[in-house]
């Protein structure tokens, strides 16, 4: 199986990329930011150093340690499916590239795409985490019933 990012906002840059060419150089004239200069502008020597595409950039530097899938809800849903479906993981860790857009852009766009695939729950056990995983209430020393 080949992971592939698709396309949003490369981390690495701060850079709303879903007008990219996959295949093409990084363009040259990205939009200015406020926030980690030094490591964006590291980011493009290397990319234009190592004569990297947009899609080997996202390989590389995919997300915070790892391999980030970006694009469209429905793209990301059948790649996480794929992963799912393939033994290649168990779960995902979620991060946000930005907030509060990100989490947005998860819950209403990613999220329905996920449950229309059953690999996400509709509803929950219980009210509580703890009731949904079946754990018992621990005592409480300062509130006990009498």
């Not at 995919?62 to 794929?82: D, N, Q, R």
Request: with cysteine; hydrophobic share 35%; net charge neutral.
């Amino acid at each position: 199986m080949s992971a592939r990012p698709v396309k949003s906002k490369l981390l690495v840059l701060e850079t709303d990329a879903s007008g990219f060419d996959d295949n093409a150089a990084l363009p040259t004239a990205l939009p200015s930011t406020i926030s980690m200069l030094t490591a964006r502008s590291t980011n493009e020597r290397f990319a234009a150093s190592e004569k990297l595409t947009v899609r080997q950039l996202a390989q590389k530097f995919g997300g915070y340690s790892g391999l980030a899938f970006v694009g469209e809800p429905g793209a990301i849903a059948e790649e996480m499916k794929t992963w799912l479906d393939e033994e290649a993981c168990d779960g995902f860790t979620v991060v946000f590239p930005y907030l509060p857009q990100g989490l947005d852009d998860v819950t209403e766009r990613l999220v329905p795409k996920l449950q229309k695939r059953g690999i996400l729950r509709k509803e929950y056990e219980g009210k509580t985490l703890r009731e949904h995983l079946g754990l018992p209430r621990p005592g409480n020393k300062y509130f006990e019933k009498s």
